[in-house]
């Protein structure tokens, strides 16, 4: 497989995994999940039970609610911190990095991918700072959100994915 066929499968995968999160917040609404989740538990054999407290997380609502949502998120978080690095190192082997530094989104993905890789909090750095603001989508990063965490507010899961797709369609149009 050469390295832009890798490149590609990395964001399929990525996408992927969110969609596959994205299922477990619907499948955890389901009352009787619960139930056919133990079903299927039960019917597994004991060498495949690795983690004894799973069926009590499955049954415990509140504790099923966090922990789905925070895979969902986990899965943005790994997705945007991932490809950001691979799609940039991928740039420079083959000598397009100024066509992926040209890119509307480029300067707004680095500083979310800075913040997703950290605290979860906009802590710019000088670099960074002297970009600001940056807009894309519709959604701008200023100097007053320094310190401050990253709200959905200001970046829904629906921006999060639109930039992933774009990234990829950039790829897919222009680089590859």
């Given amino acids: 497989m050469d390295a832009s066929s890798a490149l ?4 399929r995968t ?6 596959l999160a994205y ?3 619907i499948l955890r609404s389901y009352p009787d999940i619960p139930s056919a989740f133990d079903a299927i538990h039960d019917a597994m054999g004991p060498e495949l039970h690795l983690f004894p407290e799973v069926k009590r997380l499955v049954h415990d609502k509140k504790t099923m609610k966090i922990a789905c949502e925070d895979l969902y998120m986990l899965a943005y978080r790994s ?3 991932e490809l950001f690095p691979l799609t940039k190192a991928y740039c ?3 000598s397009q990095i100024d066509k992926l530094k ?6 707004f993905w680095r500083i979310l991918r800075n913040c997703f890789a950290h ?3 906009f802590n710019f750095n000088p670099a960074e700072s002297a970009m600001l603001p940056v807009t ?3 959604v701008t990063i200023d100097a007053s959100m320094n310190g401050k965490p990253l709200t959905h507010g200001k970046m829904s899961y629906a921006k999060m994915h639109e930039l992933i797709e774009t990234a990829q369609s950039f790829l897919l149009r222009d680089v590859v």
Avoid: E, K, V
């Fill in 8 to 11: 590609i499968g990395q964001y």
């Fill in 14 to 19: 990525a996408l992927n995994r969110i969609q």
């Fill in 23 to 25: 299922a477990t917040l």
């Fill in 79 to 81: 997705a945007l911190t």
């Fill in 92 to 94: 420079h082997a083959t």
């Fill in 102 to 107: 040209a890119q509307p989104w480029f300067a």
């Fill in 119 to 121: 605290d979860m909090a």
């Fill in 136 to 138: 894309w989508s519709g």
